[in-house]
């Protein structure tokens, strides 16, 4: 597997899926259940999330998790 | 999504990948570079691992991060 940071893969498909649904961070943070500030400290690559904040960020994209991994959208 | 609980399709998926690949626990937590404890607590689904942790199992099992949360292997 390359060496390339999860968390920087993570943190830009986050937000590339969030733009491309028109969703702004507060949409997303309250369709998702998390806090705003948490969303945006995210999407900058700031925090080493876990599986439970993965699958809410996911289900509030509506997408699946795979989808936040991968490695090129 | 179909709200399945993301930790046991994570540890369930960790497990089988382990076994698959003729890898003990302990052999696992060396290439991880995570505690053999570690290990055996995600894989019964006893931990909400973080993004850093996910990237060190999918490298230790040396798969992508999309197979370990694959709805089915």
Excluded: C
Excluded at 8 to 28: A, C, D, H, P, Y
Aim: avoid cysteine.
């Amino acid at each position: 597997m390359i060496k390339s940071d999860v968390i920087s893969i993570f943190s830009q498909n986050m937000k590339e899926l969030r733009v491309k649904k028109g969703l702004t961070q507060e949409e997303l943070s309250f369709k998702a259940g998390l806090h705003r500030n948490y969303i945006s400290d995210t999407e900058r690559g700031r925090r080493n999330v876990s599986l439970k904040a993965v699958q809410k960020i996911a289900s509030g994209l509506e997408v699946t998790i795979q989808e936040l991994f991968a490695q090129t959208i």
